[in-house]
C-alpha cells in the first residue's frame, strides 16, 4: 500500500478537533443537566418539566455558527409532569434562539417516539459519544443535520441525552478546506456508511459508501473512533 | 373594501407570515405533529418561538380558528386547544370543491415527489433506515383503520422521504401530505383497498431494502396514482 498523504492526518485531526468542539458543549449540557437532576432528587421530590429550564442561561448562549440546536432529551417517565419531554433550543431564522414545540407522545402522535433514533439508542446503550446522521431531522429543524449525543446519568441511572445538532453544511464547510489538501478522492464516512463531507463529486454527502476496492478507511482519533476517513486512490 | 380587497391590499410581507404560520400549524394538526385537546403555548410565546409578531400570529390564530383546527376558551384555564377534526372525514365533501382535473394534477405531484423520494431512498438506504420503515409497516400491521393508521401511513411516507437524504424533497412530502394526505388516506382506509394498499406499502419498503431504485420509483409512483385514480372515479360519480 503507498504512503500516506501527509495531508490526510492533518485532516483527521481536524475532523476530530471539530467534532470534539462540540462535545465539549454537549458535555456542559450534560453535566449541567446531571446537576439539576440531582438537585431535585435531594430535595426529595420527582423532577418535572419546569426544573430543565434552569438549563436555559447555559443552552440559548452556546446556539450559533456552529450549533444549531442544543438540550436534554428526557428518558419516558423521567419527568412526574410530562412522559415525553425535550428542553430543546434551535437558531432561529432571525439568529433568536426558539424553544421547539411538538407534540412528543407517541400514543397521540405516531411521529415521534425518540427513543428509536441513534442518537439516542446510542447513549441509552453506555456509549459516551455518539455521531449520528448526517440526515433529515423532520423531528425538529426539517434540515440536514448531525446530532453528537451524551448519556445523562443520576445516582447510577440513565436519565436521557444531552445532544446538539449542526447542520450538515456547517460541518462540511468546515472540513472541506482540509479534504481538499488531499491529493486523492477523500471523504469523511460515519459508523453505518453514510457520507458526511466530501472532496469529491463521486462521494457527494449522503451517498452510502460501501467498502470499494483501493480505498483505506483511517479513523479519525479515539473519542470519536465511529468517524472514519476514507481515502481512494 | 371588501374582504378580497382586504386580503389583497394587506402588507405582503404580513400577508406571507399569516400564511406561513397558519401553512405550519395547519400542516402540524393534519398530520399529527399536534394532538388532539393539545393546549398552544400562549399568543405571546408561541409568536416568540415563531419568531412573527402577536398581530400576525393573531391572525393566523382567527384563519386556523374557521377552518375548525383551533379552538379559543376565555378565561382562567383558557387558551388556545387543538381541534382534531371531530366527526369521521368526510371525503365525499372534501371532494366536492375539488375537479378531476385538480386532483390529476395533485396526484402528479405527488406521484413525481413520491417516485423519486423512493428510488433515491434506495439508492441511499442503510440498514438502520430499513429497520425504521419495517417497523413502521409492522406497526400498521397491528393497527385498525382509522386516525391511528393515517397516521402511521403518513410517517411511513415521511420516512421514506427522510431515507433519501434530501431535506427539500421530504418538506415537499409534509406540504403534501397536508395538502392530499387526508384524501389519500381516507381512500386507503376503503374496506376494498386496504389488501391492496398494504402489499403497495410493503412493496415499497421491500425494493427499498433491496436498493432496487427502478422497483421502488414504479411502487411508489403507481401506489399514488391508484389512489389518485380512486379519487377522480369517486368525484366523478358525486
Redesign the interface.
Known amino acids: 500500500m503507498p504512503a500516506e498523504p501527509p495531508a490526510v492526518g492533518a485532516a483527521a485531526a481536524h475532523v476530530r478537533a471539530t467534532l470534539d468542539g462540540v462535545f465539549e458543549t454537549v458535555a456542559r449540557v450534560r453535566d449541567a443537566t446531571a446537576r439539576c437532576l440531582a438537585d431535585v432528587q435531594r430535595a426529595g421530590r420527582a423532577p418535572v418539566s419546569a426544573d430543565l429550564a434552569a438549563l436555559r442561561p447555559l443552552l440559548l448562549p452556546r446556539l450559533g455558527p456552529l450549533v444549531c440546536g442544543l438540550g436534554f432529551i428526557a428518558a419516558p417517565q423521567l419527568l412526574a409532569d410530562a412522559a415525553w419531554y425535550m428542553e430543546w433550543w434551535q437558531a432561529?431564522?432571525?439568529g433568536?434562539p426558539?424553544?421547539l414545540?411538538?407534540?412528543l407522545?407517541p400514543e397521540?402522535?405516531?411521529?415521534?417516539d425518540y427513543t428509536?433514533w441513534?442518537w439516542f439508542t446510542g447513549p441509552e446503550s453506555g456509549a459516551e459519544r455518539t455521531v449520528c446522521g448526517?440526515?433529515?431531522d423532520?423531528l425538529c429543524s426539517?434540515?440536514?443535520v448531525l446530532t453528537l449525543s451524551a448519556p445523562v446519568h443520576v445516582a447510577g441511572a440513565f436519565a436521557g441525552v444531552a445532544a446538539a445538532d449542526v447542520f450538515a453544511r456547517t460541518f462540511e464547510n468546515e472540513i472541506v478546506p482540509v479534504l481538499r489538501e488531499i491529493p486523492a478522492p477523500a471523504f469523511v464516512v460515519n459508523a453505518?456508511?453514510?457520507v458526511m463531507a466530501s472532496n469529491t463529486a463521486t462521494w457527494p454527502p449522503?451517498?452510502?459508501y460501501r467498502e470499494s476496492p483501493g480505498h483505506a478507511a483511517r479513523p479519525c482519533g479515539d473519542g470519536v473512533h465511529c468517524v472514519a476517513l476514507g481515502v481512494g486512490p | 373594501m371588501n374582504s378580497a380587497h382586504l386580503v389583497v391590499f394587506a402588507p405582503v410581507d404580513n400577508t406571507a407570515r399569516v400564511h406561513a404560520v397558519v401553512r405550519r400549524l395547519t400542516d402540524?394538526i393534519a398530520?399529527?405533529?399536534?394532538?388532539?385537546g393539545?393546549q398552544l403555548?400562549s399568543e405571546t410565546d408561541?409568536a416568540?418561538?415563531?419568531?412573527v409578531s402577536t398581530v400576525t400570529l393573531r391572525e393566523a390564530l382567527m384563519a386556523l380558528r374557521q377552518q375548525g383546527l383551533i379552538e379559543t376558551r376565555r378565561g382562567r384555564g383558557g387558551g388556545s386547544f387543538v381541534r382534531a377534526p371531530a366527526r369521521p372525514f368526510d371525503l365525499d365533501e372534501r371532494l366536492r370543491s375539488l375537479s378531476a382535473e385538480e386532483l390529476r394534477d395533485l396526484g402528479d405531484h405527488y406521484a413525481a415527489i413520491a417516485g423519486a423520494a423512493a428510488r433515491l431512498a434506495a439508492?441511499?438506504?442503510?440498514?438502520?433506515d430499513v429497520r425504521?420503515l419495517r417497523?413502521s409497516l409492522e406497526?400498521m400491521a397491528g393497527t385498525a383503520a382509522g386516525a391511528?393508521m393515517c397516521?402511521?401511513d403518513?410517517?411511513l411516507h415521511?420516512e421514506v422521504?427522510?431515507a433519501?437524504?434530501?431535506?427539500r424533497l421530504?418538506?415537499e412530502e409534509?406540504r403534501l401530505q397536508a395538502e392530499i394526505g387526508p384524501l389519500v388516506w381516507a381512500v386507503h382506509d376503503l374496506p376494498d383497498r386496504r389488501g391492496r394498499v398494504d402489499a403497495e406499502h410493503a412493496g415499497i419498503v421491500g425494493a427499498i431494502a433491496d436498493a432496487d431504485d427502478a422497483r421502488a420509483r414504479d411502487v411508489a409512483e403507481s401506489h399514488v396514482l391508484n389512489a389518485v385514480e380512486r379519487l377522480i372515479e369517486r368525484r366523478l360519480a358525486l
Open positions: 432561529g431564522p432571525a433568536r426558539c424553544r414545540l411538538r407534540d407522545d397521540r402522535s405516531a411521529l415521534y428509536s441513534e448526517p440526515y433529515v423532520y426539517d434540515e440536514y453505518p456508511g453514510r449522503g451517498a452510502v | 402540524a398530520l399529527g405533529l399536534l394532538g388532539d393539545e403555548p408561541l416568540a418561538h415563531l419568531g439508492l441511499r438506504s442503510l440498514p438502520g425504521r417497523r406497526e391511528g397516521r402511521l403518513g410517517r415521511l422521504a427522510a433519501s437524504q434530501s431535506g421530504t418538506r409534509i
